[in-house]
């Protein structure tokens, strides 16, 4: 007979037996010097310089961005390479011996890179614009930090933070990169063949920026030095530029503030629109009892470029919750949207004054009036002009038969 504990202890064996598998497979790659082998592009260098050279007295740091090739050698080692690094936002903090990242506007960032990737993968799949070799997912590969002094080498807590990362099972993440930046070097004369962990780089100062690369693997649990090789950046693929609603932020929240504030249900995401990438940043919005959406499509680098609007008939199977559904419903059946007669685009107007252009062109709300001071005679016509009278008119610009010749339409 069966006891109902025996389902338990074969779950605890198992797990024991996968974290013994773990433990050999990890001491076998440091016994073998099992390393994956490592691409720079000369972007991410130079962002690093960057970044380094604006905090010298201070720790800094960055996240990257790439790709992990599984098998990508003959002896089948991986290859990671480092494509990008992405800034933290305001929120970090940069002391002389403390550094913590902000993370919401890399995480944005990230998550645009990712999507446009996703969707080039998905469009030139099979085609001489992507290598097959590269045809996969646009990954966070760990973030790189400078330190104090010469302290090259990762600290302990470094080490901590890198294993509750692998650890962390909704990450799955196998490896993780823990370079670290050190600067104030003497310039290095002439080249080495040794094949070393770090590189240097000259600095407007006189003096060299160093970074040491190092790797972290779930099973083997310690940092280990892996040697990096820097290629021009026209090698590997270029990443898609940011979009305005990640470097603009509180245009973002402008912009949707003053539709919700005008009586709009507003909602936003980025969405393939012209089967190119970079994807493009969208609003849909609807007032209360209208019988249609209004589509707004943004470019990257809007307000520089002239958003386009598209009308969409509301149906009543629409999940407002979830706009990349529903935006895809309303895009399908969508039309554009003629800009209204005289109507002139510039990076100083906001989509709440476009939309206003459009409804007052489509007869569904009126012009803006405007309180301007006119003189009236009386209709003495005799009246002298200390008969003359101010009279606070409310003019309407669409109504000419409000003005005379003489009236104010005429200033």
């Not at 994956?36 to 007295?57: C, E, F, G, I, T």
């Amino acid at each position: 007979m069966q006891s109902k504990d025996e389902p338990d202890i074969l779950k605890l064996m198992q797990l024991e037996i996968e974290f013994l598998r773990k433990r050999l497979r990890g001491m076998a790659m440091i016994s073998r010097g099992i390393v994956p082998n490592l691409v720079l592009s000369k972007r991410a260098v130079k962002k690093m310089l960057s970044a380094a050279s604006q905090y010298l007295a201070d720790e800094t740091g960055e996240a990257m961005l790439g790709f992990i090739v599984e098998n990508d050698t003959p002896e089948g080692l991986p290859t990671i390479y480092v494509l990008d690094t992405i800034s933290p936002d305001e929120t970090a903090i940069r002391r002389s011996h403390t550094f913590q990242q902000g993370d919401a506007l890399q995480d944005e960032i990230i998550w645009w890179l990712q999507e446009n990737w996703h969707f080039h993968r998905e469009r030139y799949r099979g085609s001489e614009v992507l290598p097959d070799r590269f045809d996969v997912p646009l990954r966070y590969l760990g973030d790189w930090h400078k330190q104090p002094g010469s302290m090259i080498q990762p600290s302990h807590g470094d080490l901590m933070t890198a294993l509750s990362w692998l650890d962390d099972d909704d990450l799955d993440m196998d490896y993780l990169l823990v370079p670290i930046v050190t600067v104030g070097y003497a310039p290095i004369i002439g080249d080495s063949d040794l094949a070393v962990n770090y590189i240097t780089v000259p600095m407007d100062n006189g003096t060299d920026m160093r970074v040491d690369w190092w790797y972290i693997h779930r099973d083997v649990r310690v940092f280990q030095p892996v040697h990096p090789q820097i290629v021009e950046e026209d090698v590997l693929p270029q990443m898609m530029k940011y979009a305005w609603h990640v470097v603009l932020p509180d245009r973002l929240t402008s912009e949707t503030l003053a539709m919700a504030d005008d009586g709009l249900l507003v909602r936003t995401l980025f969405y393939e629109c012209d089967g190119e990438v970079p994807l493009e940043f969208c609003f849909f919005a609807i007032r209360q009892g209208a019988r249609s959406f209004l589509l707004f499509v943004t470019q990257h680098d809007y307000p520089h470029s002239r958003p386009r609007a598209y009308s969409a008939p509301f149906t009543s199977d629409l999940d407002l919750m979830d706009p990349v559904a529903t935006f895809q419903k309303l895009w399908a059946v969508a039309e554009p949207v003629e800009d209204p007669p005289d109507w002139q685009w510039s990076s100083d107007k906001y989509l709440i004054d476009y939309l206003v252009a459009i409804e007052v062109a489509m007869g569904l709300r009126q012009p803006v009036k405007l309180d301007i001071p006119v003189l009236l005679d009386e209709i003495d016509p005799d009246a002298g002009p200390s008969q003359r009278v101010l009279d606070a008119h409310r003019f309407d610009p669409s109504h000419d038969d409000e003005t005379d010749g003489d009236g104010p339409g005429q200033a």
